[in-house]
T-cell receptor
Framework: QKEVEQNSGPLSVPEGAIASLNCTYS??????FFWYRQYSGKSPELIMS????GDKEDGRFTAQLNKASQYVSLLIRDSQPSDSATYLC????????????FGKGTKLSVIP | NAGVMQNPRHLVRRRGQEARLRCSPM?????VYWYRQLPEEGLKFMVY????????ESGMPKERFSAEFPKEGPSILRIQQVVRGDSAAYFC????????????FGPGTRLTVT
């Protein structure tokens, strides 16, 4: 059973701080990793994708991947109240698998 | 709007009725995925389709649920004889290719079974 684990939170950070969101996955053969943001009552919105070990930066967001530790993280710099949402980690196993396996999400609250 | 489109956005059905959910993928995408999100639960994969083909239906309940993606028109997720436990948000996603590609989600259909 492929699993993706996230701390459910809530994670509270003050405005302007760095928010750090973490995710671990069980399938060592996983090849693609994604972070989605989901506001309450809305659909998931793709924020970042990462495929190789290391860091990938896009604006205020940085995704980090460590395949040896089976660990993915998302850093949000200069957090804003509009970043308050649930962040979903998703993993694509590859090797003929087409589905994304999602974690249950971490709820982030940015306090003004 | 070139994004993934779903309709209806909200659907209310009585127990025993049929529900039909539609999804038009993003322009240029021919790979469609359906996911279900139960209240306070994570997103769960249901089925993956390409035009006229079901590629992976490993997440679909064995009974009452079916999906299609015809040559012309949207993908349809069909739930027959709905029960209260089918109440959930159903999301469609599309991708450019079917391998490691990014999946983009539509706004979802929120099904309520009374």
């Amino acid at each position: 059973q492929k699993e993706v684990e996230q701390n459910s939170g809530p994670l509270s950070v003050p405005e302007g701080a760095i928010a750090s969101l973490n995710c671990t996955y069980s399938d060592r053969g996983s090849q693609s990793f994604f972070w989605y943001r989901q506001y309450s009552g809305k659909s998931p919105e793709l924020i970042m994708s990462i495929y190789s070990n290391g860091d990938k930066e896009d604006g205020r967001f940085t995704a980090q991947l460590n395949k040896a530790s089976q660990y993915v993280s998302l850093l949000i710099r200069d957090s804003q109240p509009s970043d308050s949402a649930t962040y979903l980690c998703a993993v694509h196993s590859g090797a003929g698998s087409y589905q994304l396996t999602f974690g249950k999400g971490t709820k982030l609250s940015v306090i003004p | 709007n070139a994004g993934v489109m779903q309709n209806p956005r909200h659907l209310v059905r009585r127990r025993g009725q049929e529900a039909r959910l539609r999804c038009s993928p993003m322009k240029g995408h021919s790979h469609v995925y359906w996911y279900r999100q139960l209240p306070e639960e994570g997103l769960k994969f249901m089925v993956y389709l390409q035009k006229e083909n079901i590629i992976d239906e490993s997440g679909m309940p064995k009974e009452r649920f079916s999906a299609e993606f015809p040559k012309e028109g949207p993908s349809i997720l069909r739930i027959q004889q709905v029960v209260r436990g089918d109440s959930a948000a159903y999301f469609c996603a599309s991708s450019l290719s079917g391998s490691r590609d990014e999946q983009y989600f539509g706004p979802g259909t929120r099904l309520t079974v009374t």
